[in-house]
């Protein structure tokens, strides 16, 4: 189907914001469904070629993903960790299981040497052969509740598997060179993981495969005779995550990345603005359906999230008592009402929406969602002083709006920790390590910029060789003439600045859902709940 007329997008100013980015939700064009439907393009298939696992729950296992003349294959290691050992955060050094997702079909010299390495994660050695590393935890509640139940041939209560969502939950999956896993340039034009994350998405949906396979084989080393689990309840079963401030700069530190993830998905909404006929009624319905029964279900602690709840079970009841829409351009019609009221957070969910049964019209856009960011980071060293200037004016007033000789609006800096090489927010007036801060305070070096720009004339390159500790911040200026979406419009530093709302961003791409945040700098979500098996 060929896109129709274009509606305008929604600018820069309205998109990136924090509140609105904090209030996304995961569409068709998320990286998880994105990756699922190119499997079945592809004929892809899956098999388990090793299970090597004691009635204790240890041991390996391998799963393989075949098709388009490639496979991947997920090296699992089951562990029996002890019950004092179990932590989510980051420095921990023992998990229930590990992974590594493997280039090709492992040999057992690769198995032996992954069996030596993968459970040790950081501490352990990877080669460019390991498209990415992994461990995960149990739901320990979660987890007995249902060897138990599948033990005495019984199925689980649906309403328990809903409750917590997953039966294990990751606590990091790298890839992209991280800790010597194979570099991102390494799967460039390859089949089914060219493309944004889809290594770690794989990996991910393949633990979820792993999870279900393991809570019945211990079920079944309790009683021969177990039952299994019934497929509406597997599927219902995701992988959970536990997530904090190491993914966070990544939204900044990337503004090419982010430019293409948002124009795809704004794109994707103003076509489908732009039709003429309310096509798709039937499966926007049944999309609006399936977003009651998600928010009636989810639940947080968070005093934030659950005010989000309450705006999104309100808006969404409000969505569905809105007539089908009969106008010229209806499905703008819908839009431009529920721009009008609802909530950010119903108004990103009506996005999802609207997009959820266009899929000839908006598919193609998760093709074009990847870039070569180091092309894009070359800064136009003869570019005129005067044309800088114009840039910064047309395209950073937010950022020369904000006062940033008051103490609250540069009340923190962003630097990484020495233990983990994962970034942190350091409070800057009572914390010590500011001296190491990271170059994330845009607003802030933009008002720098602007600044040292006063009374300057000529061009960029002599500037620079002047005043070399602006490249950072002027080569994002010069971006931004072709990439509105590519700047975070809100100051990264600010005392009231939640970090949540960039993780929230971030994993809303990925095909994220059930957001709960334990406190403004980490949160908890469920991966691939109700995805295919």
């Keep these: 189907m060929p896109p129709p007329a274009s509606v305008p997008l929604r600018p820069a100013s309205t998109v990136m914001r924090l509140s609105r980015l904090g209030s996304f939700h995961p569409t068709r064009l998320s990286f998880m469904p994105t990756l699922l439907r190119q499997m079945q393009a592809g004929g892809w298939r ?4 090793l299970w090597q696992i004691d009635p204790r729950g240890v041991g390996r296992a391998l799963y393989r993903a075949t098709g388009q003349g490639r496979s991947y294959s997920l090296v699992a290691f089951a562990h029996d960790l002890p019950e004092d050992q179990r932590s989510d955060r980051v420095i921990a050094t023992a998990w229930d299981a590990t992974f590594a997702l493997f280039d090709g079909t492992p040999e057992p010299a690769d198995l032996a ?12 050695r990877v080669a460019a052969t390991e498209l990415t590393l992994s461990r995960a935890n149990r739901s320990v509640r979660l987890w007995s509740y249902i060897v138990d139940c599948l033990a005495r041939g019984a199925q689980p209560d649906r309403a328990e598997i809903d409750r917590v969502g997953y039966l294990m939950r990751t606590t990091a999956v790298y890839g992209s060179s991280k800790f010597g896993t194979a570099d991102l340039s390494r799967l460039s034009g390859r089949p089914l993981l060219d493309g944004p994350f889809r290594a770690e998405m794989l990996t991910v949906w393949l633990i979820r495969a792993f999870t279900m396979d ?6 079944r080393a309790a009683n021969p005779n177990a039952a299994r689990l019934a497929p509406d309840l597997r599927r219902r079963i995701g992988v959970g995550n536990s997530t904090g401030l190491g993914m966070a700069p990544f939204l900044v530190t990337h503004p090419a990345l982010l430019h293409r993830w948002i124009s795809a998905r704004e794109t994707a909404l103003a076509r489908v603005r732009a039709l003429p006929e309310a096509t798709g009624w039937t499966g926007f319905q049944a999309a609006l359906a399936s977003a009651r029964e998600n928010a009636r279900d989810w639940s947080s602690d968070h005093p934030v999230q659950q005010q989000k709840l309450a705006d999104l079970r309100r808006d969404l009841t409000r969505i569905e008592g809105f007539p089908r829409p009969g106008t010229s351009r209806p499905w703008d019609a819908l839009w431009r009402w529920g721009e009008a009221h609802l909530s950010l957070e119903g108004q990103e969910q009506l996005l999802a929406l609207l997009l959820a049964p266009h899929d000839e019209l908006v598919d193609d856009l998760a093709e074009q969602m990847a870039c070569d960011e180091a092309a894009s980071a070359r800064i136009d060293g003869a570019m005129d002083i005067a044309d800088l200037r114009a840039l910064i004016a047309r395209n ?8 940033h000789s008051d103490p609250a609006e540069h009340a923190r800096f962003w630097y990484v920790s020495e233990e983990k090489l994962e970034p942190r927010l350091g409070e800057r007036f009572t914390e010590l ?8 305070a845009i607003a802030r070096d933009i008002a720098r910029l602007a600044e040292a720009l006063d009374g300057q004339n000529g061009t960029v390159a002599a500037f620079l060789l002047r005043h070399p500790q602006h490249r950072h911040v002027l080569r994002r200026v010069q971006m931004s003439a072709t990439r509105p979406y590519a700047e975070i419009q809100d100051n990264l530093i600010s005392a009231h600045m939640q970090p949540i709302d960039l993780l929230r961003a971030k994993l809303a791409m990925f095909g994220a859902s059930r957001f709960d945040p334990r406190s403004d700098r980490w949160v908890r979500i469920t991966m691939y709940r109700d995805a295919p098996l």
């Design 46 to 49: 899956i098999d388990r070629p």
């Design 113 to 124: 040497r992954l069996a030596q390495n993968v459970p040790r994660q950081e501490a352990g």
């Design 214 to 219: 393991l809570v019945e084989h211990m079920a």
């Design 396 to 403: 950073y007033r937010w950022a020369r709006t904000i006062d």
């Design 433 to 440: 390590g500011a001296e190491r801060e990271q170059p994330l």
